[in-house]
């Protein structure tokens, strides 16, 4: 029991030290020796606990995604209400917020935003009920533009400094998702003929 406290403290602290520097300095010019230097630790403790760099902001990333059995993500999945999940989504964005405002920032090229997208896909999915006529890539497609729309709203949300509360853009959101962005635009989309 020991050994595992004190293999979580040392995942911890090397976490951290990266982080610290991750935030200065992009990927590629992060060195494992920067990191053990911060925590202290020597280079075998690094390699005991992650094989890399990638694997270490991989495990970051994935440390600060929601996991299936907690009890706000249940409470997403069983709900058939979209503001729920919404506001789900928004309070998970708040509580990593400095965390996901590095990670979603288009100079740090990780692969977070597409775990974001895939989480957000996952609970969509299982609220739909298929339509027969609808084919898997149709399915897709419509789930993953919906999961880039929620994210993408809550990115812009929180980097604005003039953001309504957050029941104006769950709303918003609601609406955009429930009567489609060229209507909320005004905006009628017309295909022309091909010869």
Do not use: G
């Amino acid at each position: 029991m020991v050994n595992i406290v004190k293999k979580q403290m040392m995942n911890y602290k090397i976490m951290q030290a990266f982080w610290t520097l991750y935030q200065q300095k992009n990927l590629q010019q992060i060195s494992v020796r920067e990191i053990i230097e911060q925590v202290p630790c020597n280079r075998s403790t690094f390699y005991a606990h992650f094989t890399d760099i990638y694997d270490l902001l991989d495990q970051f990333e994935n440390h600060l995604l929601p996991k299936s059995s907690q009890p706000s993500v249940q409470k997403m999945i069983i709900s058939d209400n979209i503001q729920v999940s919404i506001e789900q989504c928004r309070w998970l964005y708040s509580q990593y917020k400095n965390y996901y405002e590095v990670l979603l920032e288009n100079k740090h090229n990780t692969t977070f935003r597409p775990k974001l997208i895939d989480f957000c896909s996952e609970i969509i999915k299982r609220h739909l009920n298929y339509p027969l006529d609808k084919e898997d890539f149709d399915i897709d497609l419509l789930v993953e533009i919906t999961a880039n729309t929620i994210l993408t709203t809550l990115i812009f949300y929180m980097k604005r400094t003039d953001r309504p509360k957050a029941t104006a853009i769950v709303n918003l959101i609601t609406e955009i998702l429930n009567n489609s962005i060229s209507e909320q635009l005004q905006w009628r989309l017309s295909l022309k003929n091909q010869t």
